[in-house]
């Protein structure tokens, strides 16, 4: 391998394109579009009784979103999350959990509340709304992953309490089940409004500019990028292992879109550079 190289990578932070000032994301950083309606809230006052003395969070944190999306091993097995779109499904079996874990911290830093509308999915992305269907009596709701799990083969879904009562397995345990995207962030969309379907929009991308074989090469070009960007803080250097040592990695990051890191490309005719994902 060449000990000097001119790529592009991607990776998950905020911000806006090339040149340009970089402006802060909105909360609900990965969500695009308009086409989404609130969704109804799980019954309050039995929430309110029950569940722990710990403000619950509304949404996945940034940096926790992005933690959640990264392969994870669990007994050996390799879990590979990945993006959805409203309309996706899957089928399997269902199952729930409730006092054991009742207060307790969940994948995307929140409390579980197992009189709340969630569930645990193993590899969609935290803050999808899925609608569970329970196959064997035809009942459904409609819930917020905010876990990962059940790790149990065979099983897609892991219900509150509060889930498992309204799709009728709060007794049985077990069912078979369809699961359906239907939205985002705690919002359902409505096919009746016209509007587009939500989507997942991808904010991770950046651009690498060079890779060196020395840490001090790296640092001098990373001067040179330093000149053209009006926020230097989002460069960086990073440390990349090869087959035959390390490279060390320069990167402009905080692009919206692919399409917004192949401008930055183009516009400083970057001819060797390519897109990765980190």
Not at 88 to 100: F, K, L, N, Q, V
Not at 208 to 219: L, R
Request: with cysteine.
């Amino acid at each position: 391998m060449r000990r000097v190289l001119l790529v592009a990578s991607i990776l998950l932070i905020s911000g806006c394109s090339n040149l340009n000032p970089f402006k802060k994301e909105p909360q609900i950083y990965y969500i695009e579009g308009e086409e989404i309606e609130p969704q109804e809230e799980s019954n309050t006052s039995s929430s309110k009784k029950k569940s722990p003395p710990i403000k619950a969070t509304k949404y996945t944190s940034k940096a926790r979103h992005k933690a959640t999306m990264k392969p994870y091993s669990i007994n050996g097995k390799v879990y590979k999350p990945t993006y959805v779109s409203v309309g996706d499904s899957m089928t399997g079996i269902a199952s729930w959990y409730g006092p054991d874990f009742h207060g307790k911290q969940t994948s995307n830093g929140e409390y579980y509340n197992m009189y709340d509308m969630t569930v645990a999915h193993k590899t969609w992305p935290m803050d999808t709304m899925v609608k569970i269907t329970n196959l064997d009596n035809g009942k459904s709701v409609v819930a917020r992953i905010n876990d990962r799990g059940p790790f149990v083969p065979g099983r897609v879904v892991d219900c509150s309490y509060a889930v498992a009562k309204k799709i009728g397995i709060d007794k049985k345990g077990l069912c078979n089940v369809r699961l359906d995207v239907v939205g985002f962030a705690g919002k359902v969309y409505n096919p009746k409004s016209g509007k587009p379907k939500p989507k997942v929009k991808l904010t991770n991308f950046g651009v690498q500019v060079g890779a060196f074989s020395k840490m001090d090469n790296a640092k001098e070009y990373k001067k040179k990028y330093e000149k053209l960007i009006s926020k230097p803080q989002y460069l960086t250097t990073k440390l990349s292992p090869i087959s035959q040592g390390a490279l060390h990695r320069v990167m402009v990051m905080g692009f919206n879109s692919k399409e917004e890191a192949q401008d930055f490309i183009k516009d400083n005719n970057l001819t060797s550079a390519f897109i990765v994902r980190d």
